[in-house]
């Protein structure tokens, strides 16, 4: 939609609103809020419009098979608009391969006359919401996939290394392009018939094909491309080891859990951490995300050792007069018969008080008492909570929590979860039937309800182990809408 008409509509709508012309006496972004929060719901046409270019920013880094073919010409399009300023004089440069996996793309607004209106617009809503990679860890797959040059995961201070004269000669002579083509020509370094005893006269296969190509100082170009992996923060580097490490769970860990289990071993569902990019590397891209809070190292789990514990523990929440205005919600913890760590407590005055945050709120206090390396074994009555962390995290993740109402309990208990060295399972056991360790969990919750606690409840979600924003190729217009909402709620708050 054009903007003079988005304009137009904003006023008429303004105009219906206050009945005349005036400025009106409340800020239109207050009154597109939900009717809960005291707004009266109107559609923001702006952020409507935004979502839609959203939608089309989706499109255009479609690469599946179903891909339109529009998105090809719009790249096309894109790739012969780059300025000239950020490209070599030489023609045969290929520095820019991927703007969208490059530093190039957010730091630009797009205002280049050979760009159509509808393009331009496209790329601006991307680089104006921070379009990034910034999952907590790549697959070295993609790590070696990303571009080369204008690097997203270049270490601050080591940009001016890329244009040298090597740097330069790596790109047109060498046609480097990616990561793993700068990997090819560091091992060159290692191959034994490069003689580096006598570097200017080597007459390996490889300085004879690059000094044809034009290159005259194979040696120096090699050692440039491994000084140029080095420039590489951890995250990003296929280097480091971390992809070695798998986060997956093990046969052993599924039979241990099972061997645990009080119930049939289907009511079993084990935490998944693993964290790591799958499919196509633009389908890990996010919008929304915090170009400040932006991530250069690597993820871990705590490291695992040998032999580790099992623990088992009941939770309970419960909530007297759930839903209600004087609604008095209390937790249960109980791992064995007259342990320290056993809990019965009412829940921090500062949290809603309902049944399901204090199943979530018991949960967490499990994974503070319990220590990482432990196998940890979580039995409750609370089927919703089971399907909130294990079942439904990936949803809730994608779209950056934004239609979920635990979103500040679940945060923080799904990067515990995804930290621990250990496995964590959770088993649905039934209410009232009897089972010893649920009976004394609810026995304990029905003590803490009895309890006043004046605390209030902190919680603390460590950057790491999170996703940053929403994945792009999993977002619909409607949460897109809602997220730019949110975005300018935050904006006007700081
Ligand atoms: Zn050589
Ligand atoms: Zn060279």
Redesign the pocket.
Known sequence: MPTEYEKYLTKRIRTYMWGSDTPPPIAMNHLTRPQNVGGRNILDLKAQNEAISIMKLKKLLDYSGDCPTASDTAIAIIMAAIPKSLQEKNHKDNSISNIFLQTIYMKNRYTSRALPNEIRKTLNIGAKYNLHLDVPKLSLEHKIKLPAWHHIGRTPGARHREYNS?AR??RT??KVETISDLIIQEQILEDLTHNIENITRCECHNCKK?RKEG?T??N??FNKASQILNDIAPKFNPQEDDHLLSEEITKDDRAVTIKNAIGPPEKIKIFNPDTTTKGSIHENLQIFTNPTKCKLETVRQDPKTQNPPDITAYTNGSCDQNSDKNAKASLGVWFSTNNPNNIGAPIGKNIIQSNNMAELLAIHSVLILTPSKARLHIKTDSAWAIKALCENIRSHTDNDFINISHANLLKPIVNKLRKRARQTSFEWVKGHARITGNEKADHLAAEGAQKTNPQKVIFFTSPKHNYMGAILAALSQRDAYKLILRSTTQKTKE
């Open positions: 090597h000669c790596l002579q060498h690059y290159c100082h194979p120096a170009c």
